[in-house]
């Protein structure tokens, strides 16, 4: 079969590795891609928001499975745009896909059902959310409505913080239309953890737990990032804890988008908040997440296009989902100065490395080809990963390998899964 990914980050190239594992696969192709994503697919320069120029090429090449990688080509309906053709698209529709593109909608959602998560109140009027904030207890979160790169949220320590919140969310439009309504929060504490789902529209199947790390510094210090790494499993994520979101989220999530007439078929990201009162819905996405991605699929033993194509067919609840017993740890080798700042074009050594060692990955999510050599061309450059028996060895070997690959101004966080020895 012939398959087209949608993307050109780090999550689109751990799903071409994973596409590419496939014996059903002859070729790949992924619009626009990236220097390592070349690796295993043909790369064709086409954006991820040109709907028409991506159903075209699919039409001409005869593609037989559409992956949608990336959030926002997701909520401007690429999968509509497919379906309209008569093309098999895994992904969720526009009108699913507003789960991420609308965090008021999505908090909407889990009051209307009683689907645990955090008090919240929603505004379009900046007066109105300041006088909102005059009498709510601190420390206190707000959230743009839309997408915003996945840094749209800002914990608010005082009320100072927060007045100057609604200011760069809704009158200095740091996310631009993001931020004209916005979602504020009671702040929750505990572990995070990050499941990501396969769903089908009535079933959903859980892959194994992740925990990311968003900020940009050690310690969870510094401004929000994409994800600065990642670890999986959790270890907090315990058999009461699954059993718990199995019956109180993950299912009432699915049954909630049915009843609503926006039945969702594709990936389900869930970020839990384990609370002293149990576990809580942070935010939802409809897309894997980067960079769990990166340590959940190394880890998954099935064919990941016949799972896609169970949820595109309807019949996931005949997919058994296998991990293998282990661990995995994703460590970012970043630009400095990310996620504000940053240069870049430097040419990266010692990618190669990775070829000759089993159980280590290195997945590219801002590079390109110049003048023959692989450059950074962004914020997040590469996710190292490694695999291990257990967390704590697939942390010492992820951080050994981080030392295998050199650029100019490479930034990494040294505190990735640090967790883990608390666990």
Known sequence: MKVLIVGSGGREHAIAWAVAQSPRVEKIYCAPGNAGIAEYAECVNIGAMEFDALVAFAKEHDIDLTIIGMDDPLVGGVV??????????????????????????????????NIPTAAYETFTDPKEA??????????????????????????????????????TLMLDKQFGDAGDEIVIEEFMTGREVSVLAFCDGKTIKCMTSAQDHKRAKDGDKGLNTGGMGTFSPSPFYTKEVEDFCEKHVYQPTIDAMAAEGRPFTGILFTGLMLTEDGPKVLEYNARFGDPEAQVVLPRMKNDITEVMEACIDGKLND????????????????????PEKYDKGFEIKGLDTFKEKEGYYVFHAGTKFHDGKIVTNGGRVLGVVAKGNDLKEARANAYKATDWIDFENKYKRNDIGKAIDEA
């Open 130 to 167: 300041i006088a909102y904030l005059e009498t709510a207890k601190m420390p206190i979160v707000l959230k743009a409505d839309g997408l915003a790169l996945g840094k749209g949220v800002l914990i608010c320590n005082t009320l100072e913080e927060a007045k100057e919140g609604v200011k």
């Open 80 to 113: 509509d745009a497919f379906e309209a053709e008569g093309l098999r698209v895994f992904g969720p529709r526009k009108n699913a896909a507003i789960i991420e593109g609308s965090k008021a909608f999505s908090k909407d959602l889990m009051k209307k059902y």
């Open 319 to 338: 997919i058994n989902l296998e991990f293998e017993d282990n661990a995995a740890v994703c460590v970012v080798l970043a630009s400095d100065g990310y």
